[in-house]
Structure formats: C-alpha cells, structure tokens
C-alpha cells in the first residue's frame, strides 16, 4: 500500500531560525500522487497549508516551502525564519489523483518554537 | 462561507457501550463527506467517504459504522465499543474527488474508551 514516512514525534526551533521537516512516500500504486502538508495549530482544526499535484513543482504558503521531488520520493516542508505563531503539528500527506477519495497521512510533527 | 461542527469535542464511554459521533456541513451543497481516525500515536487514516445522501463507503474495518441520512449531515457509530476505538475522530469534506482539491476539517471528536 502506499505510505508516508515524515520526522516523527516532535521538533524545537529557535524563532528566527531555519525549519526543515523531512517527508518521503512511497506510492506503489499511483505515478504522480498529489502531495499535501496539512498543520493543526492549537485550538483549531486541521487545515491545509500547501499541496503539489505536479512533480517537481514547488508549493509555497505562509513563508513555509515544499518541492515535489519524485526522484528522491521527497516533499520536505522548510521554513527560512520561523515564529512563534508557526507552533503546531504538521501533517505529510498523499492522495491518488485517479479518483480513490483517501489521503494518507504521515504521523505528524509537532514544532515547537523557542523564543 | 462553509462552515464544519462537529460533536460532541471529547467523550469518555466504557467498553461495550454505543457511541455517536456527529458532523454538520453548512454552506456547501453535495459536499464530499469523510471520517478520518488517528489512534494515539498511530496515523490518521480514512474510516469511510459519502459522495451523496444515503450512500456511503468503508474504508477501515473498525467495527464501527457510519450513515449520511442527510445532504449535511455524516454519523459515525457503534453499538458496542472497544478499548481500540479510543483516538481522534476527524470529520471532513470536499468539493471533488482525488482530493485535487483541499478537505476542510472539523476541529475533531477526542474519544476515551475505558
């Protein structure tokens, strides 16, 4: 079946500093999965932060950038400068662009932002 | 605007008792319907999805059972609980299939089975 592996458990950043949350797939089924990072800040729900269909494409949103790697199987989620108000945890996520109406998420990492 | 609610936030059940978990979508007509779980520690993952009123697709076994008895409404339920329903239930919805598009979540249901 298809899979998402990202960091697990929890990450601490510095404010100002660089963010790199690692994710790679595995789609045994799907050439070219749309490719998702979703984020639950406190309090709210889940929503999407950015989304890739086309491979090697690059997804921006809120200073946080993904690149849609299919050689390396890669969606790394960066950041250059992160705040305070980017604490949460954020979700690696696939879904097969054929119509199978099913995401499939990674574990999900939770950022905490150090000041 | 579209709006998701979901209830109720956070349920503590026994073993063996039914549940009921609800989900109202507002402001989008034929919406897609899903409910997504994430036991503690594990992965969210996708339960069942509705396309329309009455029709709906499991995804997980979980012995566990949904209904979409209206245009805006989705259920999940059970009969009878297990420890292992314990989790975070998600509900959500979508404009179109292959998730080309964005799902929108509710803010969760937290359930404790003990």
Same mark, same amino acid.
């Given at each position: 079946g298809d899979s998402v592996t990202q960091t697990e458990g929890q990450v601490t950043v510095s404010e100002s500093k660089s963010l790199i949350?690692?994710?790679? =797939?595995?789609?045994?089924?799907?050439?070219? $999965?749309?490719?998702?990072?979703?984020?639950?800040?406190?309090?709210?729900?889940?929503?999407?932060?950015?989304?890739?269909?086309?491979?090697?494409? #690059?997804?921006?949103?809120?200073?946080?950038?993904?690149? =849609?790697?299919?050689?390396?199987?890669?969606?790394?989620?960066?950041?250059?400068?992160?705040?305070?108000?980017?604490?949460?945890? =954020? =979700?690696?996520?696939?879904?097969? $662009?054929?119509?199978?109406?099913?995401?499939?998420?990674? #574990?999900?990492?939770?950022?905490i932002i150090q000041p | 605007a579209q709006t998701i609610h979901q209830w109720p936030v956070a349920e503590i059940k026994a073993v063996g008792s039914p549940l009921s978990l609800g989900?109202?979508?507002?402001?989008?007509?034929?919406?897609?319907?899903?409910?997504?779980?994430?036991?503690?520690?594990?992965?969210?993952?996708?339960?069942?999805?509705?396309?329309?009123?009455?029709?709906v697709e499991s995804v997980v076994q979980l012995n566990l059972s949904a209904s979409r008895p209206k245009d805006d409404q989705f259920i999940l339920s059970t009969e009878k609980l297990l420890l292992s329903h314990s989790g975070f239930y998600l509900c959500a919805w979508s404009r179109d299939r292959g998730h080309t598009g964005q799902l929108y979540f509710g803010e969760g249901s937290k359930l404790t089975v003990l």
């Open positions: 949350i690692n994710c790679t =797939y595995s789609a045994t089924s799907i050439a070219y $999965p749309n490719l998702f990072w979703y984020v639950r800040y406190p309090g709210e729900g889940l929503q999407l932060l950015l989304k890739v269909i086309t491979a090697g494409q #690059k997804g921006s949103s809120r200073g946080f950038e993904a690149t =849609y790697n299919k050689e390396t199987t890669s969606f790394h989620l960066q950041k250059a400068s992160v705040q305070e108000s980017d604490s949460a945890v =954020y =979700y690696c996520a696939l879904s097969d $662009p054929g119509g199978a109406d099913r995401l499939t998420f990674g #574990k999900g990492t939770q950022l | 989900c109202t979508i507002k402001g989008k007509s034929s919406p897609n319907l899903y409910w997504y779980w994430q036991a503690t520690g594990g992965t969210l993952q996708q339960l069942f999805y509705s396309i329309t009123v009455g029709q």
